[in-house]
Nanobody
Framework: VQLQAYGGGLVQAGGSLRLSCTAS????????MGWFRQAPGNEREFVAG????????LYADSIKGRFTISRDNAKNTVYLQMNSLKPEDTAVYYC????????????????WGQGTLVTVSS
């Protein structure tokens, strides 16, 4: 499975961005999906996850209430809507697929996209 994340860019604090993650080679409809991020000098951290059906979601405390993860299995795409962005949200954002469920740890996920950079200016 090849994942591609896109939609990053430069935005002012308080602004919004929507990230998308698509796949080639296989449908994502049976995979749990997650978004992670990694800022310079930091470890990759969990941001949000969604079950294969979209019926269950989970968020990191740092973004709860500001970000929303969703998926459209018909379009083979997972989204991360990011509102009220803060400078500390600046990072490379990665989408990932979990073939056996979904979770909050990097090790749980089997396939990763290349990342898309989000920069939030103050």
């Amino acid at each position: 499975v090849q994942l591609q994340a896109y939609g990053g860019g430069l935005v002012q604090a308080g602004g919004s961005l929507r990230l998308s993650c698509t796949a080639s080679g296989r449908t994502l409809s049976t995979y749990g999906m997650g978004w992670f991020r990694q800022a310079p000098g930091n470890e990759r951290e969990f941001v949000a996850g969604i079950s294969w059906s979209g019926g269950s979601t989970l968020y990191a405390d740092s973004i709860k209430g500001r970000f929303t993860i969703s998926r459209d299995n018909a379009k083979n795409t997972v989204y991360l809507q990011m509102n009220s962005l803060k400078p500390e949200d600046t990072a490379v954002y990665y989408c990932a697929a979990d073939t056996t469920g979904w979770g909050t740890t990097v090790k749980k996920y089997d396939f990763w996209g290349q990342g898309t950079l989000v920069t939030v200016s103050s």
